[in-house]
């Protein structure tokens, strides 16, 4: 038998209502708002096991109006079976990771001939010399871990990451000499002390760059701001970008229950020490870029993508893109969780501020 069961609130954002909802019982789904009607989306039912079966009517108040966009629905998920620091929970994360892995030669993809203004705006794009690198340090960093670990899965599965950021690295290099951006000297590799540590800081700031940067890539491909298959090149690194950090998030919780620090205070405490690190870090360049008129790598550029840019409009960009890339994975998984909520503590409280208050906010933190 077929029962919807929902629980939800709805935060109205001017021209976008973001719903938060308790689902269950919920494969396939048609629902309606008001009078919209809102297709099957594939995000629900990947998150939803098969067997169950049902359709999901939401209903809403008549004081509230606009169109829910699907993919910002905050989901909970059924709880897994699955128990975190297991075997099974490692042979899953590892081997959905391997099994993801998709072969290319940068060189190969079908970069486009662009015409004057593309070129132009491609090279306006400050970023371009710290995301290579970013990437390349990140290949130093995960392939001196690699070296260390003695789980032969485990193994596998970094070597694999190591490899494909070490492609990223290729790939920038190859779009910065095909189209001549100009670039500084590149910077010289540094090997860490400690390869765990510093693989750790960096999952954790991937996780953070990650997320940001699926916003600012959905705002630049709403405004057009290159030709679309210029944004199917940068989308195989979006998505590899997100198998790395849903990786990481189970990779890292295995490592803390193996040492007996496997408690969810102890596991959220700890991220909540790492993010800090990371937003430093994220600072530090900000602060450099500003000083050297340098570059930048994940979000304080957004501007150049579109006028009007607004944080309000970045972080609802942020959480519906990380929501709909989040849907491809097999619903046992850890997935990041930390940026998300803060992302919509603060679209909450960013929301109760008056008005003038919010444009004042808007233009001091772009000045």
């Not at 308790?22 to 008001?34: G, I, V």
């Not at 954790?204 to 760059?209: A, M, Q, R, T």
């Not at 290159?226 to 989308?235: G, Q, R, V, Y």
């Not at 994940?298 to 579109?306: D, K, L, N, Q």
Request: hydrophobic share 45%; charged share 25%; proline share 4%.
């Amino acid at each position: 038998m077929d029962l919807p069961v929902v629980a939800f609130r709805l935060l109205s954002m001017g021209d976008r209502d973001i719903v938060t909802c308790k689902l269950f019982h919920l494969p396939n789904y048609r629902s309606f708002f008001k009078n919209a009607i809102l297709p099957h989306h594939k995000m629900l039912s990947s998150l939803i096991p098969d067997e169950l079966s049902s359709v999901l009517f939401i209903k809403l108040l008549d004081k509230f109006s606009g169109k829910i966009n699907p993919a910002m629905l905050r989901i909970w998920r059924p709880k897994s079976t699955m128990k975190i620091g297991s075997s099974a929970h490692k042979e899953l994360f590892c081997r959905s990771f391997m099994e993801t892995h998709k072969e290319y030669d940068p060189e190969q993809l079908s970069w486009p001939d662009l015409d004057g203004s593309a070129l132009a705006r491609l090279r306006l794009i400050p970023f371009w010399e710290e995301a290579l690198n970013t990437e390349k340090q990140a290949a130093a960093k995960v392939n001196a871990y690699v070296a260390t670990i003695s789980d032969p899965l485990l193994r596998e599965a970094i070597a694999l990451q190591g490899l494909e950021e070490a492609r990223h690295g290729q790939l920038f290099q190859f779009m910065i000499q095909h189209y001549g951006i100009e670039t500084s000297a590149n910077s010289t590799v540094e090997l860490p002390d400690n390869s765990e540590q510093a693989f750790i800081d960096f999952g954790y700031g991937e996780c953070l760059d990650a997320f940001l940067g699926f916003g600012l890539f959905k705002i630049a491909r709403k405004s057009d701001f290159l030709p679309e298959s210029m944004f199917t090149i940068f989308d195989l690194l979006m998505h590899e970008e997100l198998r790395h950090i849903v990786f990481f998030v189970n990779w890292i919780a295995y490592l803390q229950v193996s040492q007996g620090r496997g408690a969810k205070l102890f596991r959220s405490m700890n991220s909540l020490w790492y993010y800090g690190r990371a937003v430093q870090r994220l600072l530090d360049t900000v602060i450099r870029s500003a000083d050297s008129k340098g570059q930048n790598f994940s979000a304080t550029e957004a501007s150049v993508f579109m006028d009007g840019f607004s944080w309000e409009i970045l972080l609802s960009d942020c959480l519906e893109e990380n929501a709909r890339r989040m849907s491809c994975f097999d619903h046992k998984l850890l997935q990041p969780q930390f940026l998300p909520t803060l992302a919509q503590v603060a679209l909450t409280s960013f929301k109760l501020l008056p008005k003038r208050l919010r444009r004042i906010e808007e233009k001091n933190s772009f000045s």
